[in-house]
């Protein structure tokens, strides 16, 4: 299975790549629109079954779930904590398999 390992330097490249595109995704919502729309058309112009675009659709949409509520708690914890490392990854995601 994948595994994926998000770090700060790979977050704020693509929030740079963004607002090269466009300077109001500045705006955080307006960003994360964008990369909805985007992982949205890469699965739907996959050359695979609509089935698996479904499943893949539904499993992605669960990641991102899963990823807030995992950053959201980490957020809430640091603020009664001192600061971590910044260098710590975060979001690891292995996909089901059909």
């Given at each position: 299975?994948?595994?994926?390992?998000?770090?700060?330097?790979?977050?704020?490249?693509?929030?740079?790549?963004?607002?090269?595109?466009?300077?109001?995704?500045?705006?955080?919502?307006?960003?994360?629109?964008y990369?909805?729309?985007?992982?949205?058309?890469?699965?739907?112009?996959?050359?695979?079954?609509?089935?698996?675009?479904?499943?893949?659709?539904?499993?992605?949409?669960?990641?991102?779930?899963?990823?807030?509520?995992?950053?959201?708690?980490?957020?809430?914890?640091?603020?009664?904590?001192?600061?971590?490392?910044?260098?710590?990854?975060?979001?690891?995601?292995?996909?089901?398999?059909?």
């Amino acid at each position: 299975m994948t595994e994926i390992v998000l770090k700060p330097e790979l977050l704020k490249g693509l929030q740079k790549v963004l607002v090269d595109y466009e300077p109001k995704n500045e705006d955080p919502i307006l960003a994360s629109q964008y990369l909805s729309a985007v992982v949205g058309s890469i699965v739907a112009t996959a050359e695979i079954p609509k089935k698996d675009k479904d499943d893949i659709l539904k499993q992605l949409i669960e990641f991102t779930q899963y990823v807030y509520d995992q950053q959201t708690s980490a957020l809430e914890g640091e603020a009664q904590k001192a600061p971590q490392n910044a260098e710590e990854a975060y979001g690891t995601w292995k996909p089901e398999s059909n």
